[in-house]
């Protein structure tokens, strides 16, 4: 049996079955939403999500994944997730869930020659793409903590200017003035 093929043919169930466990993990109104409006400009996060869902799908179900192709569909979904309050394991949660869809879908299969090898091979690829996921995730992070550590510097020193504590740095070809 060509379990693969299988799976391919169901994709479209099991890829909806996947964004239901995504989106699980927000607020039930917010849930709603990206459920049902698929207005891709009124609704780019859940676009953003079911796209990216769409060419994991192709690359979990792979027994020889192209990590170059899951990284590039992982990333703008790891990225919307890193900038929501979620924590790591929360935002990250989702790629474990579709083990447990594609288990049950071959399920029928199980005394089929070759079922374990291909599970395996799908269990890999989807640990693989959580280590992928949590690089991309942590990298994230670290520069939205950049950003606000810059943000907090500058109004500080803007602060300190303002009351004539420090004066502004001039470019390095001008006289140095304080007002």
Not at 4 to 12: A, D, G, I, P, T
Not at 44 to 68: A, C, E, H, W
Not at 90 to 102: N, P, V
Not at 132 to 145: G, L, R, S
């Amino acid at each position: 049996m060509d379990f693969e093929k299988h799976l391919k043919e169901n994709k479209q169930n099991l890829v909806k079955q996947w964004f239901s466990v995504v989106i699980e993990t927000y607020p039930r109104e917010s849930a709603k939403f990206f459920k049902d409006n698929s207005d891709p400009f009124a609704n780019p996060v859940g676009n953003t999500i079911k796209r990216s869902l769409d060419r994991l799908f192709d690359q979990v179900i792979n027994p020889q994944m192209d990590p170059g192709v899951a990284k590039e569909a992982l990333d703008p979904i790891v990225r919307v997730r890193a900038v929501q309050e979620l924590t790591p394991a929360r935002a990250l949660s989702f790629i474990s869930g579709i083990k447990q869809i594609i288990a049950k879908q071959i399920s029928s299969f199980q005394k089929e020659k070759g079922i374990e090898i291909y599970q395996s091979a799908i269990a890999a690829n989807a640990d693989e793409m959580l280590l992928m996921a949590f690089d991309i995730y942590t990298a994230c992070k670290h520069q939205i903590y950049t950003l606000r550590i810059n943000e907090a510097k500058q109004r500080v020193r803007q602060l300190l200017i303002k009351k004539d504590l420090i004066c502004e740095l001039p470019d390095s070809d001008t006289e140095l003035k304080c007002l």
